[in-house]
């Protein structure tokens, strides 16, 4: 429990560092922010800004005042109400606007690990078991390319395959199970790829441990040992793995959300960049880094349950 | 052999024990896909080096009565939607990518370095402190950090160097902490604090000679990592300004014509794969001829 | 007559470029009812052979001969055949009890899954399993159950291994080295154990054992071997008290109670092996044919001995 305890407690001070490092970087450039907003509110993106409008906005919303003020103000308000900034080109609130493209990006990471959990482990094992293999030299070199290929190249050849040759699947769009097929599938390629590199590995050492050995002498059939035997025990660094490629599915969602026009927060951050919308940039960021944690916290869960040897006190 | 007879078997002599330094060049050498990696990286920097003197066009040369052209024995790869020739633009691409690239990993693994020397080094509230910073610059995803990073400072060579930097130090920050610590109790590094040596002796004597195979191990695979990185941040427009030549920013203008030229998409993405497969074969290598009881497996 | 009969046994590892010649032309036969040992020091093979008789090695392994197990040729029966033998009628208890059960299953579920296998109901299995714990000394065997390996002693562990191994009174099992690396006390018990499996169950055993004190208290016949090699074979009682093998002289000289006189020089390299006897090196009565030819198996006052020393005689 009481480690648990400590696990949260990393979690909020990562969180509020989090928070603290991206409230400083958007603010870095100074005057920057009361600029931002004057084009965005007063002015067009591409006209001027005169001398007057700078102070007249920058002491309306205290920008004169030191960084760490600001952040002060900034999380008492966070914490006190909920609000966390004012998008400055949806003019909404950057938490609404956050709920609204959270379930988009949830669905795509959610269907690319699953994936990546799925047919990693499987053609894992399958490669350890027959190692050395035609079959799993193939495989071998396909993970290899699986993880050096780069997801958006991948995404644009998919889409140029089933979507411009084949007319199999929409170019783009949200909402059907065929929207999010060729999306999963780009995104999670890198994962597969890496869950099964650490399957295969794990596998082939644990295969190679003597109660394997002893389950082997006792008469048990091949698929009994392989799943109860040897994968819940190589289990341990593969769900590492996976929730490790959580960072990397996160990572890889602002891209393919991108390509694939879905609405989730990784096409929200690249969008509020270009625009550099500030808020709604450390809004995205924010939502993203408290994902990752959130599922490492959840693999950290299983982790105790894999394993009765650990024992967290 | 990886099963429980090759412990057995070296612990009881009847195996020798793996060979480590000095034949370390032996041993690349007598690994086929290491060796293949190898030339072909080099083969291809030199190609990159010479790029301007054997590119068959300059790359930024604007022609638009050869717009979007197919391969043909005249633009070996076919030419862009400006009508500039895509093997000089690949070629001169190399270059973008690698500097970018050797700089980022070079300026992150001393940064990283040192501060996990120090860490490990000092221990107390030193690592406290920086063992917090470091894992906390972990718990970012990488990309969306650079991206973040670039989003507010703009781009250039400069900030694309910087983000990733950022991004990167903290992984070889953590791999050479862990080194230091568990060199700290080794016995010559003790007899050499009991005589009296300097901290900074102790560390540029001792430590690092010893820590710092893993952490090179990480930088050659990381050399593939944040080539994928800029391809991925140009790719949004955000990593390089749009003249200089990049793979990912080619990429992306080639998408609109993926219809009607698909080569201009496919050929960009293949350099991009083609290096970062080099560097992991020969990271993955590395690790296997310096610790052979690796798990291995895993990238990260 | 003659349960199991092994024909010019050779096992090689490869491991790369070299291979290991883990045991070299070893032949005997056990007789039904009868307990018979191997020893030698670790890494002389005799593990290889207990593996070998239940197909077992690893996949390096390069394998010639025969073994005839109730006149079935093991390495020629197909998979599903040898399924059937394992844990049924040729049973092994593995070296190291420590590592040879699963660290993530509860004790219970793997003694159940033995009697599973064979289609013997969980409830039946189990109380077969409970009487056979309480029978091999083992205390409050239902709580046992409930735990995982890691939270046994060593010697509980051997005992829960021991169980599992004899839950179908197997025509043929296989210890190997069961005291190894287990304290004092243990020790004893195990040699208890034994003595208590031999007596009530009157199986033929294969006993794998440097421990000399257990091999005289519960072998009948003994093979021991050097550098992969069977040197001497004859009754226990016999080889124990009057050995005729340099080595065996050797082995029995190094032991505590004849006063620890340790055997001078190393096992030679089994990548490459000398010419000639494998123990000249060493040995004090090396003569000039020993360095040159290599001895055969010779017969000896009713014994098998492999030396040119004897011949001379």
């Not at chain 2, 930024?60 to 633009?89: A, W």
Request: charged content about 20%.
């Amino acid at each position: 429990m009481n480690y648990f305890v400590k696990r949260v407690g990393f979690m909020a001070i990562t969180v509020f560092a989090v928070c603290a490092l991206t409230f400083f970087l958007v603010n870095l450039i100074p005057g920057g922010t009361a600029e931002l907003i004057i084009k965005h509110t007063i002015v067009g993106i591409e006209d001027s800004v005169t001398k007057e409008q700078l102070e007249q906005i920058s002491s309306r919303y205290n920008l004169n005042d030191p960084l760490y003020l600001q952040f002060y103000t900034w999380v008492k308000k966070a914490i006190l109400t909920g609000d966390i900034g004012t998008s400055y080109v949806f003019k909404k609130p950057v938490l609404y606007l956050l709920a609204l493209r959270l379930p988009a990006t949830i669905q795509l990471a959610g269907a690319s690990m699953v994936l990546a959990a799925v047919a990693g482990i499987s053609l894992g094992i399958y490669s350890a078991l027959r190692e050395n293999q035609l079959s799993d030299h193939i495989l071998r070199v396909a993970t290899l390319f699986g993880v050096s290929m780069p997801g958006f190249w991948v995404a644009l050849i998919l889409i140029l395959i089933f979507s411009l040759k084949l007319k199999l699947v929409p170019v783009s769009g949200y909402g059907n199970l065929e929207n999010l097929f060729l999306p999963a599938v780009a995104l999670s390629l890198h994962s597969v790829a890496a869950v099964m590199r650490i399957t295969r590995t794990c596998m082939l050492e644990t295969m190679g441990q003597e109660y394997i050995m002893f389950a082997k002498s006792k008469g048990l059939p091949m698929w009994k040992i392989v799943s109860r035997h040897a994968l819940k025990n190589a289990m341990l660094p593969i769900v590492t793995v996976i929730g490790f490629q959580m960072g990397s599915l996160l990572g890889g969602a602002v891209v393919i959300e991108k390509i694939f026009a879905w609405p989730g927060i990784g096409s929200l951050l690249v969008d509020s960049i270009s625009a550099r919308d500030l808020p709604m940039i450390q809004g995205c960021v924010l939502a993203i880094v408290t994902m990752f944690l959130v599922v490492n916290f959840i693999v950290d869960i299983i982790y105790t349950h894999l394993d009765p040897r650990i024992r967290y006190g | 052999m990886d099963n429980i007879f090759a412990d057995k078997f070296r612990k009881e002599g009847l195996l020798l024990p793996e060979a480590y330094g000095s034949d370390f060049v032996k041993k690349v050498f007598q690994r086929k896909d290491m060796l293949f990696a190898l030339v072909a990286l080099l083969l291809f920097i030199g190609l990159a080096l010479f790029a301007p003197l054997i590119s068959p066009y300059n790359p930024n040369t604007i022609d638009l009565k050869n717009k979007n052209l197919s391969p043909s024995g005249e633009h070996l790869l076919g030419t862009d939607y400006l009508g500039r020739d895509l093997l000089s633009r690949i070629l001169i691409g190399a270059q973008t990518s690698l500097s970018i690239a050797f700089g980022v990993v070079l300026i992150s693994l001393l940064f990283g370095t040192v501060m996990g020397c120090a860490a490990g080094y000092y221990g107390g509230i030193v690592d406290e402190t920086l063992s917090r910073v470091i894992d906390i610059f972990l718990s970012f995803p990488g990309v969306i950090f650079a991206l973040t990073i670039l989003g507010v400072l703009g781009s250039g060579v400069f900030n694309l160097i910087l983000a990733l930097s950022i991004v990167q130090w903290a992984h070889y920050a953590r791999v050479m902490r862990g080194q230091v610590l568990s060199l700290k109790r080794q016995e010559f590094v003790l007899s050499a604090v009991t005589s009296g040596a300097g901290d900074f002796y102790i560390i540029r004597k001792h430590i690092v000679p010893n820590a710092i195979a893993p952490v090179l191990v990480l930088a050659t695979i990381d050399l593939g990592h944040v080539i994928l990185s800029i391809a991925t941040l140009s790719f949004l427009g955000i990593g390089l300004p749009a003249d200089i030549p990049e793979w990912g920013a080619m990429l992306s203008a080639g998408k609109e014509f993926m219809r009607t030229a698909p080569y201009q998409t496919i050929f960009p993405g293949l350099a991009i794969t083609f290096f970062v497969v080099i560097f992991s074969i020969l990271g993955d290598g590395i690790r296997d001829i310096l610790d052979p009881n690796h798990e291995g497996g895993e990238i990260y | 007559m003659s349960l199991i009969e092994i024909n010019d046994l050779s096992v090689e590892f490869h491991t790369g470029e070299d291979s290991v010649k883990a045991v070299s032309h070893a032949s005997f036969d056990i007789k039904e009812g009868e307990t018979f040992g191997l020893i030698g020091e670790s890494g002389s093979g005799k593990s290889v052979i207990g593996l070998a008789i239940l197909r077992l090695l690893p996949t390096n392994a390069e394998v010639s001969g025969n073994i005839f197990f109730q006149g079935q040729d093991i390495f020629s029966i197909k998979p599903s055949e040898l399924r059937k033998i394992r844990g049924k009628h040729i049973a092994l208890m593995p070296q190291n009890p420590a590592g040879s059960l699963n660290p993530v299953l509860k004790n219970g579920l793997q003694i159940k899954e033995v009697y599973e296998e064979r289609g013997i109901d969980k409830k039946e299995g189990i109380k077969k399993a409970l009487k056979l714990m309480e029978k091999l000394l083992l205390k409050d065997p239902e709580k046992l159950l409930d735990l995982y390996p890691h939270q046994l002693s060593g010697g509980m562990r051997q005992r829960l291994i021991a169980c599992m191994s004899l839950s179908f009174e197997p025509e043929l099992l296989i210890a190997d080295e069961p005291t190894k690396g287990l304290d004092p006390e243990a020790k004893a018990g195990a040699v208890d154990l034994f003595t208590k499996i031999k007596k009530e169950y009157g199986k033929t055993m294969l006993l794998i054992t440097h421990d000399l004190d257990l091999a005289l208290e519960v072998c009948d016949r003994i093979a021991v071997m050097y550098a992969g090699e069977i040197v001497e074979l004859d009754e226990a009682s016999k080889v124990l008290s009057e050995p005729l093998h340099p080595y065996t002289r050797g082995l029995i000289r190094a032991h505590p109670r004849n006063g620890l006189v340790p055997l001078i020089g190393q096992s030679p390299s089994r990548i490459r092996l000398p010419e000639g006897c494998f123990f000249h090196e060493r040995c004090k009565n090396s003569g000039f044919e020993c360095s040159r030819q290599h001895p055969e198996m010779k017969t000896h006052n009713g014994g098998w001995i492999r030396c040119h020393f004897q011949s001379l005689q």
